[in-house]
């Protein structure tokens, strides 16, 4: 393969260097900031370029909004990003980029380098189209998404009647579905309007709400 490797770390990039040479795959470009990993990406068309997250001058995101760039100007281009630690407000912002655009997206940690063998097979997953996502990144996706959904506090009954609304049923049809009494779904409803914090207001335009909530999550 051919690769650009961008990473500030004199070390970290030349041992990469000589990995990937060692490897019989070609760098065509080794460099330390995110100008020079665009300019080296719309310059060399790689099969696969490795992005360190952090690069001057702030060191906080200039990689990942380097990688995003090379990615608009060079469609699919396959893009695998190196973090020290897990930072998931990078990883979304890097697979929003997969919706878009296609191509191969990566995200690892920096210590999975040291397992040799895993690294490189990630590496021709992605240039060879595929998402690989460190396996502790995966876990604090899920974490923050479950954090974040407003239909986690519903019990399964709720969710029950929840997905019956959305289907349009009145709550006498749902009633009739779940074999339960009219006032036990009057109750799971008030409770799914509580929990999904809707103000008080008409109980159809409650529902519109509700439904919208379930159906976006």
Known sequence: MRIVIADDAVLLREG?????????????????????????????????????????????????????????????????VLSQYVEVSYADDLLATAGGSGGGIGYLLKDRVAAIEEFLDALRRVAAGGTVLDPEVVSQLFARRRRDDPLREL?????????????????????????????????????????????????????????LTYLRN
Not at 164 to 192: C, F, P, Q, W, Y
């Open 155 to 211: 019990t399964p009954r709720e969710r029950e009647v929840l997905s019956l609304m959305a289907e349009g049923r009145s709550n006498t049809a749902i009633a009739r579905a779940l074999v339960v009494s009219d006032g036990a779904v009057e109750k799971h409803v008030r409770n799914i309007f509580t929990k999904l914090t809707l103000p008080p207001d008409t109980e159809q335009h409650r529902r519109v709400l509700a439904v």
């Open 16 to 80: 990469l260097v000589r990995l990937l040479t060692e490897s019989g795959h070609q760098v065509v470009a080794a460099v330390g900031d995110g100008d020079a990993l665009v300019e080296a990406v719309v310059e060399h068309r790689p099969d696969v370029s490795i992005v360190d997250v952090r690069m001057p001058p702030t060191h906080t995101d200039e990689g990942l909004r380097a990688a995003v760039e090379a990615r608009r100007l060079v469609p699919r281009t396959p893009i695998l």
